[in-house]
């Protein structure tokens, strides 16, 4: 039976185990005892037999013997039957907009899940491709035209009740109708008579909408949950590897209701929008681990904007090398963290990964025969092995009478959450020379430059001298999909980009970025540190003077062995674990 015949004689029938097997047999997929094999043993009719072939595990036979999982499997039924492939991604659905095209009961009956409205076209997705009876009699009620596509019946399982639940829970919390909330929300609010739009946050529908949020951004690896308010709705982003991707749409009153929701978890006033809050929620990740989340408010033109930033306490058990260290640079690192005595400054942007560096050092070296002390603004992660203080502005409590306060707690390691003035310098320098080990964080482009800030902010040359042990500058590089990266070379014009005006020889191949499901097409999947660091030596300690030159630092650094950022980023590139381009935006050029 040719394949036309074959096919043509399953339309209207569900897709069946036997039919599975025959096709993966033909290809010379999987060989035709295991199918044999499987095919008596397996009599469910229950289970989709994509499901049932995913769960064997089998290794396809042809090169390059990848697992034959669920994804793969429908990927390639669609190609075999000419239906377009779809892999439903929750962050790229509309919930609101396809819930309302067929019900609850008619999709979950068919086991089909709209995944996209268009003009005139509605996409659904199936994992019944012979089953279309229904799509002629569908098209001429919603008078649209629909495409079909073969989606994971797995994806369709999962995410099908969810939608409903969501759009529900965004229906029956926009329609909730409680008293005015005090407060200036919105310069531009639309009054609309007879209609109040304030939510009660503890209505559970909200409940459920903040609980869903939680889930998804956990589940998608988001280091950020940002709740933005417009004139007419409300926007929700994930920054997921840096990047951020935005998630959905809410109407205005829902937004203002989760993020009431929100403020109540995190003990925050309520009733005050007009100035920012801080606050932290403690919760539990679908695999039972904790996950901390640090809230912060923002009153904007149009209401409160909230963003959320999450902690794995993960980070903390990872080891120098797991956060991109080299073995030179974690021996350099280990060296400063064991002396009795000093500063160690740990310098870069606002995301560059500084407090994770610095937590894990902190974690390590906080043994029971050591006192840990940290003052910080806020704390960024409660963890039961150090001290932590947090700065208390409304109370006259800043970082110089935080540290001054840890030096009366009999401190052996202090840590400042970041050096701001020359009062907060002092007081760190001071704990130095009292022999404590001071470490801190500073906002400088590369580390020379924090050499240069103290000594501008008026720190004192010869203190300067006597206490810094090292100065390290970071950046994080999202590192290449291991799913999906792929050989290549880089030309010679991006790599003088990189590493000029310094002679370093490009390496003969790379990895570039290409994109699959796993990545979101887009090519990188995590991020690596990137460090460039400046010991103090007896020569550059002669150069600490109060107009000290930043250019001369520079170049004694680099005769010293200094290795910049960009160089090491390069090595990162030549390893294979990122791209030239993303070195190129994140590391500043050499000079």
Not at 157 to 173: D, R
Not at 409 to 428: F, K, L, N
Not at 564 to 579: D, F, I, M, N, Q
Request: glycine share 6%; aromatic share 6%.
């Amino acid at each position: 039976m040719t394949k036309e015949n074959f096919i043509a004689a399953q339309q209207g029938q569900k897709l069946t185990l036997e039919f599975v097997l025959r096709w993966l047999v033909r290809d010379d997929m999987v060989p035709e005892a295991e199918a044999e094999r499987l095919l008596q043993t397996h009599k469910s009719a229950h289970v989709h037999p994509l499901v049932i072939v995913g769960e064997q595990k089998w290794r396809n036979a042809l090169p390059p013997n990848k697992i034959l999982t669920i994804e793969f499997l429908t990927e390639w039924l669609a190609a075999h039957l000419g239906m377009p492939h779809f892999h439903i991604d929750p962050l790229q659905l509309n919930f609101g907009g396809i819930a309302n095209i067929v019900s609850k009961s008619y999709a979950e009956r068919l086991k089909i899940m709209p995944v996209k409205a268009g003009e005139g076209e509605v996409t659904i997705a199936t994992a019944e491709p012979f089953v279309t009876d229904w799509v002629a009699e569908l098209e001429r009620v919603l008078n649209l035209k629909i495409r079909l596509v073969l989606a994971s019946p797995l994806d369709i399982n999962h995410y099908l009740p969810e939608i409903y639940s969501l759009a529900q829970s965004v229906q029956l919390a926009n329609k909730a109708k409680t008293g005015q909330v005090i407060g200036v929300q919105n310069f531009e609010q639309l009054v609309e008579l007879g209609k109040n739009k304030n939510l009660d946050a503890n209505e559970q529908h909200v409940v459920t909408l903040v609980d869903w949020l939680f889930k998804y951004a956990f589940e998608q690896r988001a280091s950020d949950i940002h709740l933005e308010p417009r004139r007419d709705l409300g926007i929700v982003r994930f920054r997921i590897d840096g990047v951020l991707h935005q998630v959905y749409q809410l109407p205005s009153s829902v937004t203002n209701a989760i993020t009431n929701r929100i403020k109540l978890l995190g003990r925050m006033d309520m009733v005050e929008k007009r100035r920012p809050q801080d606050g932290r929620i403690k919760t539990v990740s679908a695999d039972g681990d904790e996950i901390e989340l640090r809230l912060s408010t923002m009153p904007t033109a149009f209401g409160e904007k909230l963003v959320m930033r999450i902690f794995d306490p993960e980070i903390l058990v990872k080891n120098f090398a797991d956060l991109g260290f080299s073995r030179e640079q974690t021996a350099l690192w280990n060296d400063w963290t064991r002396q009795p005595n000093g500063i160690i400054l740990v310098t870069g942007p606002t995301g560059s990964g500084k407090t994770t560096t610095l937590y894990s050092t902190l974690k390590q070296l906080a043994t029971p025969e050591v006192n840990v002390c940290t003052v910080e603004d806020p704390i960024e992660m409660v963890e039961p092995a150090f001290n932590q203080m947090q700065v208390q502005h409304n109370i006259g409590l800043n970082f110089a009478d935080g540290v001054r306060t840890l030096l009366r707690q009999d401190p052996d390691i202090i840590m400042v959450g970041e050096i701001r003035d020359v009062e907060t310098a002092e007081m760190a320098i001071q704990a130095a020379l009292t022999g404590h080990l001071v470490l801190s964080t500073l906002h400088t482009n590369d580390a020379p430059s924090a050499i240069t800030r103290l000594l501008e902010l008026g720190v004192p040359p010869y203190l300067l001298s006597a206490t810094l042990l090292g100065v390290m500058a970071q950046r994080l590089a999202r590192t290449l999909c291991p799913h999906c990266k792929a050989k290549g070379e880089i030309s010679d014009e991006t790599w003088q980009e990189l590493v000029s005006p310094w002679k370093a020889v490009k390496p003969a191949q790379v990895n570039v970025a290409t994109g699959c499901l796993e990545c979101r097409m887009t090519g990188y999947r995590g991020r690596t540190g990137i460090y460039e660091m400046l010991p103090l030596s007896a020569e550059m300690k002669k150069l600490l003077v109060k107009d000290a030159e930043l250019n001369k630092i520079k170049a004694l650094a680099r005769r010293e062995g200094m290795k910049p950022l960009r160089l090491s980023g390069a090595e990162k590139v030549a390893a294979g674990l990122t791209t030239a381009e993303e070195i190129i935006k994140i590391a500043p050029p050499l000079d």
